[in-house]
């Protein structure tokens, strides 16, 4: 198992609520992304971040924001949760260029 | 821009039976990786095997190979003697060499159900 871990594995929030989704890294992995997934399907990357300091967003719109103030630590929070927002993110990190990706346990979320 | 498809949405195979997991995928690059994660029921994605471009040789890992067929663009992974724990949803991942985000570009995913 890789040491990738995600907070909550499940929430269920009410529209308009602030939430925040946690995953942390023990592996000392600079680059660090979250990923947008519905079941069965295939995923979007949603953010990205090379390391401290520094993130992007990535390919798929989304309405939530990220932060890397620490290399093992890397939120994602949704300021007014909306029931679009109903999905599972994963969050995953890696190392070396070529390299496989480790992914946390993801946490589903459902917006009511 | 780069695309990866995998044509198929769900494949049902017996026990101990193999099974061949198609992936094509569509780049300009000449360096780059080729990816399939697993990503069983209700637990985290994990890395079955990884090819790069610039091998011939196809990659192997226990029961699982893959076809790479780099002029027809193709990534196909074999599952061999399949068992019950290999039920999960595969997916094709692509990334190029030259990048310094390490993104990955995936597939749409296939879902494999081993059958006792």
């Known amino acids: 198992e890789a040491d990738i871990y995600q907070t909550p594995r499940y929430l269920v929030i009410g529209t308009g609520k602030k939430i925040t989704l946690e995953c942390s890294q023990t592996m000392g992995h600079d680059k660090m992304y979250w990923y947008q997934q519905d079941p069965g399907m295939e995923l979007h990357l949603i953010h990205y971040s090379y390391g401290v300091n520094s993130t992007e967003k990535g390919d798929l719109s989304s309405e939530s924001t990220v932060s890397r103030i620490r290399t093992e630590h890397f939120p994602l929070t949704l300021e007014s949760a909306r029931p679009s927002h109903t999905s599972q993110y994963l969050c995953?990190?890696?190392?070396?260029?070529?390299?496989?990706?480790?992914f946390g346990p993801g946490t589903r979320l459902t917006v009511t | 821009a780069q695309k990866i498809t995998q044509t198929q949405p769900g494949m049902f195979v017996q026990e101990k039976e193999a099974v061949t997991l198609d992936c094509t995928y569509d780049t300009s690059e000449n360096n780059y990786y080729l990816f399939w994660y697993k990503q069983p029921p209700s637990r985290q994605m994990i890395l079955v095997i990884r090819?790069?471009?610039?091998k011939q040789q196809n990659a192997t890992e226990n029961r699982f190979s893959v076809n790479f067929q780099k002029a027809a663009k193709s990534f196909s992974l074999k599952i061999s003697d399949s068992q019950l724990g290999d039920t999960a949803m595969y997916f094709c991942?692509?990334?190029?060499?030259?990048?310094?985000?390490?993104?990955?570009?995936w597939g749409a995913g296939t879902k494999l159900i081993i059958k006792p």
């Open positions: 995953a990190s890696s190392e070396n260029r070529g390299g496989e990706q480790y």
């Open positions: 991942a692509f990334m190029k060499h030259k990048v310094s985000n390490y993104q990955l570009i």
């Open positions: 090819q790069e471009a610039y």
